[in-house]
């Protein structure tokens, strides 16, 4: 399953939300070193109740606007 994602990094609090085909994504770490990534990585196998080796960032490690795939779902 490919998804579209919109981060919003140094957020107040995590959360995942749905509008139209998009997932918008707070994050509470910072975008420094890849922390973001491993951190929405995380975020999305716990909501989608997968392994975090099943996800992986098709496109977008440097921006806000990332396609993921999802493996095994």
Do not use: C, W
């Amino acid at each position: 399953m490919i998804i579209k994602v919109k981060v919003k990094p140094n957020s107040k609090e995590d959360s995942i939300k749905q509008e139209g085909g998009i997932y918008k994504i707070n994050l509470k770490e910072r975008a420094e070193e890849g922390r973001a990534n491993i951190e929405l990585i995380k975020l999305l196998a716990k909501h989608f109740k997968i392994s975090s080796s099943n996800i992986r960032i098709k496109s977008g490690l440097t921006s806000k606007n990332k396609i993921i795939e999802i493996k095994n779902r």
